[in-house]
């Protein structure tokens, strides 16, 4: 009966799936918005996001070394942390900066709660709470784009531009004063819909990242379900604000694009470590990511709330499961 039964903590993965495989299929569906990344944030992306990768994989090694555990760097994971990382930082981001973040999301955020499967919350997102609380303006100063970088002598020079999602809080904070900064993100959807926008590394194309998802949603690695809880939740309550005064509140698919808001459903609230088991479950969590977001976006002082959410939602995971309990086999439900 031992070679049978294998109790493990999570990611329970069907068997058509391994952990190596879930993860190379995110790290696959990740490459269109490293494309964009490169192409709109030139040398600097790629430097980012191999600084956050490097650092990752050396810093879950040293760890495994230090605990006299055996390797685990092939199941990939800190490869994905490092890239989501990168994807959540802003790109003009000191790469010194980049490696502390890096190693506090897997030394904390993993690999002291035992490693994969056994962290309670999201390691990227710990990692970039740890930055934002630290090292604030930088996480805040914003890389335009390179199709809005000044051409000086046939030379590019990079320069700062105010986000969508910064200019809406400026909105919101300015009430009746706000209209321009509204109708500016409203007009933007077609430049956050293709990347041309200032944002962090990898969040700024939609494109690229509704590329990767489908992927993901066709190989059956991710559920629907959080990814469709999170979007459904987030655009009612934009669309609440925007009702109310859409003179102020921008639009909800300026939230749905902007931001991290696309990032955050598909690649970061689906990790199958950090998210409830049951699809009931999966509902309640994507529907309280979403809705924390607009709350802190909205009402909040800070633009951005994904980050957030996604940890608050991380923390409630268990108590999901404990409210949403799977059906044993051969039990009956609720039991």
Same mark, same amino acid.
């Given at each position: 009966?031992?070679?049978?039964?294998?109790?493990?903590?999570?990611?329970?993965?069907? %068997?058509?799936?391994?952990?190596?495989?879930?993860?190379?299929?995110?790290?696959?569906?990740?490459?269109?918005?490293?494309?964009?990344?490169?192409?709109?944030?030139?040398?600097?992306?790629?430097? #980012?996001?191999?600084?956050?990768?490097?650092?990752?994989?050396?810093?879950?090694? #040293?760890? =495994?070394?230090?605990?006299?555990?055996?390797?685990?760097?092939?199941?990939?994971?800190?490869?994905?942390?490092?890239?989501?990382?990168?994807?959540?930082?802003? $790109?003009?981001?000191?790469?010194?900066? $980049?490696?502390?973040?890096?190693?506090?999301?897997?030394?904390?955020? !993993?690999?002291?709660?035992?490693?994969?499967?056994? =962290?309670?919350? =999201?390691?990227?997102?710990?990692?970039?709470?740890?930055?934002?609380?630290?090292? @604030?303006?930088?996480?805040?100063?914003?890389?335009?784009?390179?199709?809005?970088?000044?051409?000086?002598?046939?030379?590019?020079?990079?320069?700062?531009?105010?986000?969508?999602?910064?200019?809406? !809080?400026? +909105?919101?904070? +300015? @009430?009746?004063?706000?209209? %321009?900064?509204?109708?500016?993100?409203? %007009?933007?959807?077609?430049?956050?819909?293709? @990347?041309?926008?200032? @944002?962090?590394?990898?969040? /700024?194309?939609a494109i690229a990242l509704l590329i990767g998802a489908a992927y993901l949603l066709i190989k059956r690695t991710i559920s629907w379900h959080i990814p469709a809880a999170v979007l459904v939740s987030a655009f009612i309550c934009a669309q609440i604000g925007y009702l109310i005064n859409p003179q102020v509140y921008i639009s909800p698919l300026?939230?749905? #694009?902007?931001?991290?808001?696309?990032?955050?459903?598909?690649?970061?609230?689906?990790?199958?470590?950090?998210?409830?088991?049951?699809?009931?479950?999966?509902?309640?969590?994507?529907?309280?990511?979403?809705?924390? /977001?607009?709350?802190?976006?909205?009402?909040?002082?800070?633009?951005?709330?994904?980050?957030?959410?996604?940890?608050?939602?991380?923390?409630?995971?268990? #108590?999901?499961?404990?409210?949403?309990?799977?059906?044993?086999?051969?039990?009956?439900?609720? $039991?």
């Amino acid at each position: 009966m031992q070679d049978v039964l294998k109790i493990s903590p999570g990611p329970h993965i069907s %068997k058509h799936h391994s952990t190596r495989s879930v993860m190379a299929d995110v790290i696959i569906a990740m490459i269109p918005a490293m494309i964009m990344a490169v192409v709109y944030f030139r040398m600097g992306a790629l430097l #980012l996001i191999g600084t956050c990768v490097i650092t990752c994989v050396l810093s879950e090694w #040293l760890c =495994n070394v230090i605990r006299k555990k055996p390797n685990s760097l092939g199941d990939l994971s800190a490869v994905i942390t490092g890239i989501i990382l990168a994807f959540s930082v802003p $790109a003009g981001l000191p790469l010194w900066a $980049a490696v502390i973040g890096s190693a506090f999301a897997i030394i904390i955020g !993993k690999m002291v709660f035992g490693g994969l499967g056994s =962290n309670i919350f =999201n390691p990227a997102m710990v990692g970039r709470c740890f930055l934002t609380l630290s090292f @604030g303006l930088m996480m805040t100063t914003w890389t335009a784009p390179a199709t809005a970088w000044p051409i000086t002598d046939g030379l590019t020079q990079a320069t700062t531009q105010a986000t969508p999602l910064a200019r809406s !809080k400026e +909105a919101i904070k +300015a @009430g009746g004063q706000g209209e %321009k900064n509204a109708d500016v993100v409203n %007009k933007q959807l077609k430049q956050m819909f293709f @990347g041309s926008t200032g @944002g962090c590394l990898g969040e /700024t194309s939609a494109i690229a990242l509704l590329i990767g998802a489908a992927y993901l949603l066709i190989k059956r690695t991710i559920s629907w379900h959080i990814p469709a809880a999170v979007l459904v939740s987030a655009f009612i309550c934009a669309q609440i604000g925007y009702l109310i005064n859409p003179q102020v509140y921008i639009s909800p698919l300026a939230h749905l #694009l902007g931001g991290g808001m696309l990032l955050g459903a598909f690649f970061i609230a689906t990790d199958p470590v950090t998210a409830p088991l049951t699809k009931r479950g999966m509902w309640i969590f994507g529907a309280g990511v979403g809705a924390v /977001t607009m709350l802190i976006r909205i009402v909040g002082e800070y633009p951005e709330g994904m980050m957030f959410s996604i940890l608050l939602m991380n923390a409630l995971t268990p #108590l999901i499961d404990r409210f949403c309990k799977l059906t044993p086999a051969g039990g009956k439900p609720n $039991a």
